[in-house]
C-alpha cells in the first residue's frame, strides 16, 4: 500500500493523461493528478450516504419493523434525502474554522471523519431507535462532508486558473459520478440478495474512502503560506464569521448575488421535493425492489452526468453563472414535467426517461454548485460566498422535502395512490417559478453588461 501510494508524480500523471486539461501548465499537473486519482476513491464511501439510495435503503430495510408505522417511516425516508443539503447548514462554521489554516490538512481530517460515520452504519440495529440512529449518523457525516465542498473550491480557484476551472471541476465530477453509480448499483444488488450485506458493504465502502483520503493528503496548494497570511490579515469584516447573521452581510453588500441566491432558493426547492415521493411512489405503486429504485433515484441520473459534464463545461467556460443557470435550468423542468407524467400514466420506464434527464441536469449542477459563486466573490472572499451559498441549500432542506412529504401523505389520503402523484405537480411547478428569476437576473446583468467572466479572476 505505501508502494502505491508513493507512486512517482509521472507515473500518476501519467495515469491520468487522459483526463488531463488542455493547456493546464505543466507545474500544475502535477496536483491535478494526485487530487484527480483520490477521487477515483472518495465517492466510494459517499454512495452510501447518497440520498436516493439510502433513502430506498431506509424506507424497505425499515418497513414493517415494530414500532416504526408509515408516516414515521416516510419522514425518516425524508430527513435521509434532505441530509446532504441541510448539512449545509453548518457550512458558515467549516468557512470559519478553516479561515487563516491550511486547507488540505483540514479537508483530509473532514474526509476521515466522513469515512468513519459511514462505517458507523453498519453497526445500527434494525430497530425504531435504529431507524434514528441511521438518521443522526447520515447527518454527522454529511455536516463532515459540507466543510470538504465549502474549503474545496478555494483550493481549486487557488491551483487552478479560471480558464481551466470549469473542465477540472466537470472531470472530478465525472470520476465522481461514475464512482457513485457503481457504489448505488453495489448497494442495490447486495441488498437484494441480502438485507443484512450493508453490514459488510458499508465499512467497505469507507475504507475505499479512506484510501482516497491518503492520497488526498499529497496535494499541495500553491503559495499555501502566503495565502493563509493574507487570510490572517484581512480587515474583520471581510472575514468569515460564526455568526451565521454574518452571511447577510454578502447579500446585503452585493445586489446581484442576493438575487441569485433568490433564484437558487425557490429553484432548489423543486429540485429537492423530487426525491422523496419518487421514493415512495415507486414502492407503493410498482413495488419496486432495492436496484430498480436505486436505479431511479441514484444509478441513471449518475450514469448520465458523465455524459452531460464536458458539454456543460465547455459552456459555463463561456458565461456568467446567471447566464448558465437561465439555460441549465431548463432540464430540472422538463425532468419534472415528464415525472409528472409518468406518475399520472403509473409508468415505471417513464420514470426511468426522467431520471436520464434529471443525469443532464445534475451534470450542470454539480459544475454550478462549486463554481458558479466565484462569479461574483472576490478571491480573498471565496469561502465567504461558498458558504452563503450552501447555507442557503441548507435553509430550503429543512423545508422541501418536509414540505413534500406533507403533500404527498395528504393527496395519497385523500384521493389513494393516484391522487398522490400530483405531488410531482409541486416540484414542476417551483422549478418554474426559480427559472423566472434566473431569467429575470440574466436578463438584467445583460443590459448592464455584466455577463462576463468573474472580474476578480
Not at 134 to 154: E, H, K, P, Y
Not at 367 to 381: C, E, M, S, V, Y
Amino acid at each position: 500500500m505505501r508502494r502505491f501510494l508513493m507512486l512517482p508524480v509521472h507515473a500518476v500523471a501519467g495515469m491520468v493523461e487522459s483526463f488531463s486539461p488542455k493547456r493546464l501548465p505543466q507545474h500544475l499537473q502535477v496536483n491535478y493528478a494526485r487530487e484527480l486519482l483520490s477521487w477515483c476513491f472518495l465517492p466510494f464511501m459517499l454512495g452510501a450516504m447518497e440520498g436516493g439510495a439510502l433513502g430506498v435503503v431506509v424506507n424497505k430495510g425499515f418497513s414493517g419493523v415494530e414500532g416504526v408505522d408509515q408516516a414515521t417511516l416516510d419522514i425518516a425516508v425524508a430527513a435521509v434525502t434532505a441530509a446532504p443539503n441541510v448539512a449545509n447548514l453548518c457550512s458558515f462554521l467549516w468557512a470559519a474554522w478553516a479561515h487563516g489554516r491550511p486547507k488540505v490538512p483540514f479537508i483530509a481530517r473532514l474526509q476521515v471523519a466522513t469515512a468513519l460515520g459511514v462505517a458507523a452504519i453498519a453497526f445500527v440495529p434494525v430497530t425504531a431507535i435504529g431507524l434514528w440512529m441511521v438518521v443522526a449518523l447520515t447527518f454527522l457525516s454529511r455536516c463532515c462532508w459540507t466543510g470538504v465542498i465549502t474549503i474545496r473550491t478555494s483550493v481549486w480557484r487557488r491551483n487552478f486558473p479560471r480558464a481551466n476551472r470549469a473542465q477540472i471541476a466537470g472531470k472530478m465530477a465525472t470520476v465522481q459520478a461514475a464512482i457513485l453509480a457503481v457504489a448505488g448499483l453495489a448497494i442495490g444488488q447486495s441488498m437484494d440478495m441480502d438485507a443484512r450485506s450493508y453490514h459488510v458493504l458499508f465499512p467497505a465502502l469507507a475504507a475505499l474512502g479512506l484510501v482516497g483520503n491518503a492520497l488526498y493528503r499529497r496535494v499541495h496548494l500553491l503559495n499555501e503560506e502566503s495565502i493563509v497570511r493574507e487570510e490572517r490579515e484581512a480587515k474583520e469584516h471581510e472575514r468569515p464569521s460564526v455568526n451565521p447573521a454574518a452571511l447577510l452581510r454578502v447579500l446585503r453588500d452585493d445586489p446581484d448575488y442576493r438575487l441569485f441566491m433568490i433564484g437558487m432558493f425557490i429553484f432548489g426547492m423543486g429540485n429537492l421535493m423530487i426525491t422523496p415521493p419518487q421514493i415512495l411512489f415507486l414502492e407503493q405503486e410498482f413495488g419496486a425492489s432495492y436496484l430498480e429504485s436505486i436505479l431511479a433515484t441514484t444509478i441513471i441520473p449518475l450514469a448520465v452526468m458523465p455524459i452531460a459534464i464536458p458539454l456543460w463545461a465547455r459552456y459555463m467556460a463561456r458565461v456568467h453563472a446567471a447566464q448558465f443557470r437561465a439555460v441549465h435550468g431548463w432540464s430540472f423542468v422538463c425532468a419534472t414535467a415528464m415525472m409528472l407524467a409518468s406518475a399520472l400514466a403509473g409508468s415505471l420506464a417513464g420514470f426511468y426517461v426522467a431520471s436520464v434527464l434529471l443525469g443532464i441536469g445534475f451534470g450542470g449542477g454539480v459544475l454550478a454548485w462549486n463554481l458558479g459563486h466565484q462569479d461574483f466573490a472576490p478571491k480573498h472572499r471565496d469561502a465567504e460566498y461558498m458558504a452563503v451559498h450552501v447555507t442557503n441549500n441548507g435553509v430550503r432542506a429543512l423545508i422541501a422535502p418536509f414540505l413534500i412529504i406533507f403533500i404527498y401523505q395528504s393527496l395519497d389520503d385523500a384521493l389513494g395512490i393516484e391522487g398522490a402523484a400530483w405531488s410531482f405537480a409541486a416540484c414542476f411547478i417551483v422549478n418554474l417559478a426559480g427559472m423566472g428569476v434566473f431569467l429575470f437576473l440574466a436578463r438584467r446583468m445583460r443590459h448592464a453588461a455584466l455577463l462576463h467572466a468573474s472580474p476578480h479572476d
